[in-house]
């Protein structure tokens, strides 16, 4: 196989892999559950607050 259909399938299957994840909505569901994970680890800290 010529390095060139090599070349061709990397970039077709990264096309489709990008895809998905618009089709799906994968990032931001992803991001949002970073985010909740986030809160959740900020809102448990130990605070000391000074006037």
Do not use: C, G, P, S
């Not at 990008?18 to 809102?43: C, G, S």
């Amino acid at each position: 196989m010529a390095w060139y259909w090599i070349v061709l399938i990397v970039i077709v299957a990264l096309f489709a892999l990008t895809f998905v994840v618009y089709i799906t909505n994968a990032d931001m569901k992803m991001a949002e559950k970073l985010y909740n994970r986030l809160i959740n680890y900020h809102d448990q800290k130990d605070v000391e607050e000074k006037l």
